[in-house]
């Protein structure tokens, strides 16, 4: 009858798509270390942490292609689409989004435990 949802405090996204990735790393850390400072101020929190498959544009075979017209002759060519895109380069293949829920009445005093 009374529906009394979690509310989330933090959310953080990192690409996970390399194993050595230094931002993912530090996200990793601030993760940890807000969900200590939660449960040592005595806050109830649950954590979620889940993993975004995004687009493999850099392999080869990837099946969204790009036609352009030749500007001279008129006709049109099939094209890779990282090979004329600037932004499609830096979609990462796997991001991790990583977030802390408190409960309602927790919401305010969660937060500014929280670094900004």
Partial sequence: MERRLVKRVYEEKADCSKDDNFRAKEVIQRFEEHKARLKEAG???????????????NSDGYPLKMLRKHPVDGFYMVHEIKDFSTVI??????????????KDGSVKKAKNLLPA
């Fill in 43 to 57: 806050i109830w929190a649950v954590e979620d942490q889940f993993k975004n498959k995004g687009p493999r544009v």
């Fill in 89 to 102: 380069q830096f979609l990462p293949e796997l991001e991790c989004t990583f977030r802390i829920y408190c």
